[in-house]
Nanobody, 126 residues
């Protein structure tokens, strides 16, 4: 069973930065893709970023490209989402997700991820 726990959310002013962490259950994740998704009130869950644990291939939503960076620390089995130049429209609950053997073309699809964290709230004030 894969367990994911997010942390690092909070309230920040527009233009500020936050770093989200996703701590995993400590198993071997070499075949996994780790993703970050977000859901704002009244909106569908949307893709933010993803990274292949082995090799580090990354993908980003157009809306966060150049502002957000996804990374992983294999020793700590933790995935990070560094968010900079935050905007009010980045306000959402952010979820960490994981699954094995996700093809590059499917890394943005939430339905391909079988494991999810509980989410962490990010609020950006204007």
């Amino acid at each position: 069973q894969v367990q994911l726990v997010e942390s690092g959310g909070g309230l920040v002013q527009a233009g500020g930065s936050l770093r989200l962490s996703c701590t995993t259950s400590g198993r071997t994740f070499s075949s996994y893709v780790m993703g970050w998704f977000r859901q704002a009130p009244g909106k569908e869950r949307e893709f933010v970023a993803a990274i292949k644990w082995s090799g580090g291939r990354q993908d980003y939503a157009d809306s966060v490209e150049g502002r957000f960076t996804i990374s992983r620390d294999s020793a700590k089995t933790t995935v990070y989402l560094q968010m900079s130049s935050l905007k009010p429209e980045d306000t959402a609950v952010y979820y960490c997700a994981a699954d094995e053997f996700i093809a590059r073309a499917n890394m943005r699809l939430s339905r391909r991820y079988g494991y999810w964290g509980q989410g962490t709230q990010v609020t950006v004030s204007s």
